[in-house]
């Protein structure tokens, strides 16, 4: 049963709903706010992400962000207001969920991550969320996570669609797995080249996050070895069963 020293009058009251949950529970609470993330991107896909995790209560979440707030963001980056132009998006973002929930702890890291300070950074958090938007961050990312032996969340989105999927070293694939070769300069920067609205990354978003709370928790389907596409359009949802590649350059144990 749940020990009351831990999980205070305030913790009950917050997330009563969830904890009256079968598959969640008191120690289930206990589970997600003893636990540390850390959502690479704070733009369209890291919004919705980090508004439904810090929701749920996971006790510590790292923020990485170089960028400044634009005012072409504001069609789908919802956390931010036009006055915040030119302010770094980290470190907003990190404030707007202490004022939405006061009890969780955030880290807002307005740097740019890079193959020379990823393991640093990224040392503390035990589980990984990519939400960036390029496909060098993306490499780098499932590179540490193999490395590191963490658990990384990956989704991308464009237009009306986007794929997500979770990648466990030991476990499943890579991104390289997937996608072997670094895909054309266009493909890198596809918000910019086909164009994106608000609601994709909303749901793929919201749905790498209940992936990550279902993981911590170890229940349900977190599509081990399975990419989920999705065309809002649509409103197709399928999910594509992949294997390990045996001839995959990143350092893996093959399943
Ligand atoms: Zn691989």
């Keep these: ?26 120690e289930g609470q206990l589970l997600l706010k003893k636990s540390s993330v850390v959502i690479v991107g704070a733009g369209g896909l890291g919004g919705p992400i980090l508004q439904y995790l810090s929701a749920a209560g996971i006790g510590k979440i790292g923020i990485v962000d170089f960028d400044e707030v ?3 963001n504001l069609n789908r980056q919802t956390l931010y207001k036009p006055h915040d132009h030119g302010q770094n998006k980290a470190i907003l973002a990190a404030s707007w969920a202490t ?20 393991r640093t950074l990224l040392e503390p958090y035990p589980i990984l969320i990519d939400a960036s938007d390029n496909f060098a961050t ?10 590191s032996g963490k658990p990384l969340f990956f989704g991308a989105v464009s237009g009306f669609t986007g794929v997500c999927t979770t990648f ?6 890579c991104l390289r797995c997937i996608y072997p070769k670094t895909p054309s300069e266009q ?21 790498m996050a209940s ?12 599509l081990k070895n399975q990419l989920l ?11 594509i069963s992949y294997q390990p590649n045996p001839n995959c350059i990143t350092p893996h144990q093959p399943l």
């Design 70 to 72: 634009q005012p072409s």
């Design 99 to 118: 004022s939405f929930n006061p009890l969780i702890s955030l880290d807002p890291l307005p740097v740019k991550l890079d193959s020379t300070n990823i």
């Design 211 to 222: 992936n990550v709370v279902r993981y911590l928790l170890q229940i349900g389907n977190y």
């Design 168 to 173: 466990i070293p030991g476990e499943t694939g």
């Design 229 to 239: 596409t999705i065309d809002l359009n649509e409103n197709s949802f399928m999910t």
């Design 187 to 207: 493909y890198q920067s596809l918000e910019k080249s086909y164009g994106i609205i608000g609601f994709t990354p909303g749901v793929v978003g919201s749905i």
């Design 138 to 147: 993306r490499y780098l990312l499932s590179d540490y996570a193999f490395e």
């Design 1 to 26: 049963m749940v020990n009351e020293s831990l999980l205070r009058g305030t913790d009950l009251d917050r997330y009563t709903r969830q904890i009256i949950m079968p598959l969640i529970r008191e």
